[in-house]
């Protein structure tokens, strides 16, 4: 089967993970970028703190690293330039935001446009933002998820690539939804990364088109009766 790798044999995509926590997607995206025939290789890992948990798992995968602390510089712009200047140093073409929690300036979101993507653990467009998982709580919708979505400077405003969605159950609190959806980012971050490798992910305006984007499921109602 080795030989039946989908399509011509593209180079795989230089891909930085930008962390600043434990990178439990992080390492979901190093376990897909294992597979021979995942289009992308994750070639760095950067956090703007040094105590984010996520830089170990990297280490001990091999993965190179690197810290850039946002309180050592005197404004968003420094900061910014200084994580291109990394990024440049390890030859890197597309960006991933995993739990990177500083809000990336307008040079550096047009610098990568089309060229960087982020996991928000909300359906998009609701929840943008922070605490994500009470706001739905106090909403009371029976649904909740996650979204990957291509990264614009308003903030987690981009066009969006693959959502999940859970239900919310009775006696859930935070945490209790949060963990799952976590679960489901770790399945929906591999699969919009294959799928922009591949050249599937198209970018039309302000929407993304997925080329080949297979049969779809059944609709789903919660509660149940
Ligand atoms: N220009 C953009 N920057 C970022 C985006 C984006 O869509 N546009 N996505 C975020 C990720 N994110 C939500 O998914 C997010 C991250 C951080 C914040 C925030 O309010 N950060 C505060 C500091 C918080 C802290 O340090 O703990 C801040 O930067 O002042 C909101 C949403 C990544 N960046
Ligand atoms: N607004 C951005 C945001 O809230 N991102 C969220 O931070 C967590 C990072 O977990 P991880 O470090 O284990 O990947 C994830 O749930 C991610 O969706």
Not at 54 to 65: D, F, N, Q
Not at 82 to 101: N, P
Not at 139 to 146: I, N, S
């Amino acid at each position: 089967m080795a030989d039946a790798a989908p399509g011509p044999q593209r180079p795989k995509l230089r891909v930085a993970v930008l962390i600043s926590g434990g990178g439990s997607n992080m390492a979901a995206l190093l376990g897909a970028a294992a597979a021979a025939d995942f289009p992308a290789e994750i070639a760095l890992v950067l956090s703007n703190r040094a105590d984010a948990g996520g830089l170990a798992k990297a280490a001990a995968a091999g993965v190179a690293t690197a810290v850039v602390d946002h309180r050592a510089f005197p404004d968003r712009d420094s900061f910014d330039a200084a994580i291109d200047a990394e990024l440049a140093r390890h030859g890197i073409e597309f960006v991933c935001l995993a739990g990177f929690m500083r809000l990336l300036t307008e040079g550096f979101t047009d610098r990568w446009r089309d060229r960087m993507i982020n996991v928000h653990p909300s359906l998009l467009p609701l929840f943008k933002g922070l605490h994500t998982h009470q706001r739905a709580l106090d909403a009371g919708v029976r649904f909740h998820g996650c979204t990957v979505h291509f990264v614009r400077f308003g903030m987690d405003e981009g066009p969006i690539i693959v959502q999940a969605a859970v239900p919310v159950l009775a006696g859930d609190d935070a945490d209790s939804l949060a963990a799952r959806v976590l679960a489901m980012e770790h399945k929906i971050y591999p699969l919009a990364l294959r799928l922009v490798g591949e050249g599937r992910a198209v970018v039309d305006g302000e929407r993304v088109r997925i080329e080949g984007e297979g049969a779809a499921p059944g609709g789903m109602l919660w509660p149940a009766g």
